[in-house]
């Protein structure tokens, strides 16, 4: 097993698939195995295609794909659009909505290794265009490097690439890097902190569907090449947590990729038990331990589910106060199942969360749970589609009487609002906070100053610069004759600006 010098902490059981009802899953495995060796995997959101790496044992991996289509899987086909002559094509990653992979070859584009006298393994990327893959091209940016370039994963918002770099197999060799899109082109590559890769023992990273939290295959320390699976919780490098999930997963074998689905399956590849000692996939299912910390669950159903063509995604923001004014300590991108049904499972630490929507083409909602002394909350809601192409505008933000604090219904505008701001770069946004006509002028103008700097410190907060926000001079109402205790007044309006 793994061996590290931060505690260990067991939080889940593992119980092996066999035991529990067949998934549709088991029947995809049990048709992918072989005697070759089956080594990665992926999967589109409806979790209907997989498309997995095969190699020959001491020879070359190709990409096969198989779908379940009319009650079954069908039987694994090479991608033909794919493959290249004497190519090692590995790790695929698939977008959810399937029409855009990555993966990792050696192919002859491939550029050489740093002995000059072979070819290094580099990201490709192809999408599918009337039904067929494009062919593969490296992926652009500074990524593709003589070393090796392996294991690529997107994230769910797909603007950061995650990937392995270092000498692919070779233990104590390579460690995960992360790359941030903007405007189209991929950013300089960087190390970010994660545990392992400061001896530089990471091989895969993906992510869990539990927010905050991520899987890593690593070597272990003893230097003979097996790796094992963990589970790392937390966002930052004071509050990440190692989690050994057990014998289940960590076999005396070699457990070199994971895949988790929405149900919290893990699909493993190992060679602990594989026909005639090949690497196949093995599917467990993850079932909370009953501890006071992953006792609590926030489940949430979508009531309307069937609506939609596909399901959309919703946003998590998790607080650690129910103080409304606080910003939150961890989000994350919620996928329903197919029965309208999401699942949260946060630390102790989380008293209140909001569930918003991650996607343009749902209407603007707000959900909020705040946990006291309940272990399990659970909710519905009723959610409306919107055009997804429909420009974002600003509007008004409306205060109570007397108050500069954020209502919880603007939350949702407020992360477009900052979404927009993070896509446009070099747009301002600028800021005029009214009062209305109770009280003297003076204390109405420092009411209107105040709701306009809450704006700015929440915008601020969610890491846009304050550079771009800019607080023009409050004005007070616009009224008539009479004085206005019209909720209209106590506002706060926005501008674009450049």
């Not at 070759?36 to 020879?59: H, K, L, Q």
């Not at 094509?89 to 029409?99: E, I, T, V």
């Amino acid at each position: 097993m793994m061996k590290s010098p931060i505690l260990y902490s067991i939080l889940f059981v593992l119980i092996n698939i066999s035991f529990l009802n067949a998934s549709p899953l088991d029947d995809a495995i049990k048709i992918i195995n072989t005697k070759d060796d089956e080594i990665s995997m992926t999967m589109n959101r409806e979790e209907d295609t997989i498309i997995f790496s095969r190699r020959v044992p001491g020879g070359k991996a190709s990409l096969y794909i198989s779908r379940y289509s009319n009650g079954k899987w069908t039987t694994p086909e090479i991608i033909k659009e794919l493959s290249a002559e004497d190519s090692d094509d590995r790790s695929p990653f698939l977008s959810k909505d399937g029409n855009f992979i990555l993966f990792s070859s050696d192919r002859s584009e491939s550029l050489e290794d740093e002995t000059g006298k072979s070819r290094s393994y580099d990201i490709y990327y192809s999408e599918k265009i009337d039904g067929k893959w494009s062919e593969p091209l490296q992926i652009f940016g500074a990524i593709n490097t003589k070393a090796d370039e392996f294991n690529p994963y997107l994230s769910a918002d797909e603007k950061t690439l995650i990937f392995t770099r270092g000498k692919i197999n070779l233990p104590n060799r390579s460690k995960v890097i992360k790359v941030e899109n903007k405007d189209d082109f991929w950013q300089d590559a960087e190390t970010f902190y994660i545990p392992f890769n400061d001896t530089n023992r990471n091989y895969m990273y993906r992510d869990s569907v539990t927010p905050g939290a991520f899987f890593l295959s690593a070597f272990d320390s003893s230097g003979t090449g097996k790796r094992d699976i963990v589970m790392v919780r937390g966002t930052t490098k004071e509050n990440m947590e190692i989690i050994n999930p057990g014998k289940s997963i960590n076999t005396t074998g070699d457990e070199i990729s994971i895949w988790e689905t929405k149900n919290r399956e893990l699909i493993v590849s190992s060679n602990f038990n594989g026909i005639s000692g090949s690497y196949d996939f093995r599917i467990i299912k993850t079932e909370p331990v009953l501890s006071e910390k992953d006792e609590r669950e926030l489940v949430i159903t979508i009531k309307n589910i069937n609506d939609f063509s596909s399901p959309p995604r919703l946003k998590a923001l998790l607080f650690d106060t129910p103080e409304r004014t606080a910003a939150p300590v961890k989000s994350g991108i919620l996928y329903p199942d197919k029965s309208g049904t999401v699942r949260v499972a946060p630390d102790n630490n989380i008293k209140r969360i909001l569930i918003i929507p991650a996607d343009d083409n749902t209407e603007e909602f707000i959900a909020e749970y705040i946990f006291g002394s309940k272990k399990k909350i659970s909710g519905s809601i009723v959610l409306k589609s919107r055009k997804g192409d429909e420009p974002f505008r600003v509007k008004p933000v409306f205060f109570r009487y007397n108050s500069s604090e954020i209502q919880v219904h603007y939350i949702p505008y407020l992360y477009r609002l900052v979404e927009e701001l993070r896509q446009s770069p070099e747009k301002k946004i600028l800021l005029r906070g009214y009062a209305d006509g109770t009280g003297n002028r003076g204390a109405n103008l420092r009411m209107g100053m105040k709701r306009a700097e809450r704006i700015k410190k929440y915008l601020t907060s969610m890491g846009i610069d304050s550079k771009r926000i800019i607080v023009e001079k409050t004005g007070d109402h616009r009224r008539s004759s009479s004085k206005s205790t019209d909720q209209n007044s106590r506002r706060v309006n926005f501008k674009f600006g450049e």
